[in-house]
């Protein structure tokens, strides 16, 4: 069983920064990829951004590049998303999850954490 517990949210005006984290336990966290999505409210889930075992490979979702950042840290079981420049329309509830490969769809996505609320003010 794997438990993957985020934290890091919050209320911020535009223009401001967050650091998500999400720490892991269970399956080995170092052979797993990672990734991000998120959930405005009244919308469809979306790919924010996803990063492979090793680091070596990431994604991210256009809408967020050049703003975010994804990382990780194995020897501490947790991945991060540094969020940069954010905007009202980031307004949403961000889920970390594993999967066994990277990927940006989220079916392929076997474990999710229960979310962080991001609200962003203009």
């Known amino acids: 069983q794997v438990q993957l517990v985020e934290s890091g949210g919050g209320l911020v005006q535009a223009g401001g920064s967050l650091r998500l984290s999400c720490a892991a336990s269970?399956?080995?966290?170092?052979?797993?990829?990672m990734g991000w999505f998120r959930r405005p409210t009244g919308k469809e889930r979306e790919f924010v951004a996803v990063?492979?075992?090793?680091?070596?490979?990431?994604s991210y979702a256009d809408f967020v590049k050049g703003r975010f950042t994804i990382s990780r840290d194995n020897d501490k079981n947790t991945v991060y998303l540094q969020t940069n420049n954010l905007k009202p329309e980031d307004t949403a509830v961000y889920y970390c999850?594993?999967?066994?490969?990277?990927?940006?769809?989220?079916?392929?996505?076997?474990?999710w954490g229960q979310g962080t609320q991001v609200t962003v003010s203009s």
């Open positions: 999850a594993s999967a066994p490969k990277v990927t940006i769809r989220s079916y392929e996505y076997d474990y």
């Open positions: 990063i492979s075992w090793s680091g070596g490979t990431i």
């Open positions: 269970g399956r080995p966290f170092s052979r797993s990829a």
